[in-house]
């Protein structure tokens, strides 16, 4: 075991300062956006979740010679749009690796497996790019549930995701219809290409280093988290914004896709989902409906959160529509309402008090050539929506 000098202590401390300096300065930053009408308080929420993001993913989980899951986004690590009903766990990889992920599949209603390149993680950067992605129709599970998946940049025969040389993360997404009775999947990942070494013990300089590394994750997810806040400021009130739509790159990705195709990876996002979203704006006695004929696909889901990508506070139906709980119309048409008070119609969704936030869309696995359908919008009186279906 090492044992640190003062100077180490210094240079650690000094690294562990400006890492708690940063996060300050972002929930300043955040706290004074205009427009928001007394909802600053969750950007500086949303700066203290970024801040644990980046201690689990660049702090205690950043080795790939000894990768472990953690949580992207569960429950209570929120930000990049976590899904009540889903389950993202994140291990650290290297394209020159081969790894082994093993477990027992369970009974989420989907799992899938994603393979992030380009940028710098060990370093601090997200990834840039959606290396390899295999969704579990496309995956071989045995009777009992159990499974192997082979990661490396050489073919194997079996449930294999190729690795580019630049790899550097693997992410799996466990999607429930009912997660409080389904069990989530069990999973294990060890390096194959070289020999399991004794228990780690950090040197004195690689806790200063992980600590910059947590501290240059958070610089870059506020500059993208401003970007991502300018459009919702900007955006149009209670109205769809185009979808975002990776089909085309998934139709051709067969598991893996060259270094100069390669979808973008920025925040972990997938090429299984499309997504629409709006920005609402209600005053306390308004309620904003919209409808839409929901895509086929394998699921899909809407959900509110607030302009800084966190979803809503879970209540105990979650605080989402979905394939499970909505009330369809005839020929399948969802109609949604978005309100702080309860109108007591079908498919209500609760802003919790947020007279500001944004409402979310996501399929999982919609057909190829299907078209992303964009919800119609109006605001109502909520009085008047007890002659909504009269």
Sequence with gaps: MTIAGKEDVQVTLKAFGSLLDTVKDIAGK????????????????????????????????????????TPLTDRTQKWAWEHPFTLYSLAPIEGSGTYRISGLRNDAHYIGFSVYGGGDERGGTMATAIVASRPDEEL?????????????????????????????SVVVR?????????????????????????????????????FNSARRFLLELDAIQQQLLDQAVNASDNAFLPPADRRDFLADLDGQVGSTQRPGGYMYGTA??????????????????????????????????????????????????DTRNA??????????????????????????????????????LPSTGEIVPVPTCKVVDLESLKYLDK
């Design 140 to 168: 071989s599970f045995a009777e009992d549930g159990t499974f192997e998946v082979i990661l490396s940049s050489e073919q194997h025969t079996g449930n294999w995701l190729s690795l580019d040389s630049d790899a550097s």
């Design 327 to 364: 009330a369809l119309e005839s020929k399948g048409a969802l109609r949604v309402v978005v309100s702080e008070r309860d109108p007591g119609v079908a498919n209500w969704l609760p802003t919790h008090g947020h007279h500001l936030g944004v409402v979310l869309i996501r399929y999982l």
């Design 30 to 69: 955040y706290s004074a956006v205009q427009g928001l009408g007394g909802l600053e308080v969750q950007g500086i929420e949303f700066a203290a979740d970024a801040l644990r993001a980046a201690l689990v993913m660049k702090h205690l989980n950043n080795d790939p010679q000894r990768p472990i899951w």
């Design 272 to 321: 299984d989902n499309v997504y629409t979203m709006a920005r609402y704006r209600l005053s306390a006695h308004e309620a904003l409906v919209f409808e839409v004929t929901p895509m086929q696909c394998r699921y899909w889901s809407a959900h509110l959160g607030t302009i800084w990508q966190q979803s809503a506070p879970y209540d105990e139906n979650f605080g989402l529509i």
């Design 174 to 210: 466990q999607y429930f219809t009912d997660p409080v009775n389904q069990t989530p999947a069990r999973l294990h990942i060890e390096r194959l290409d070289v020999p399991c070494t004794p228990a780690y013990r950090r040197r004195p300089d690689t806790t200063a280093a992980l």
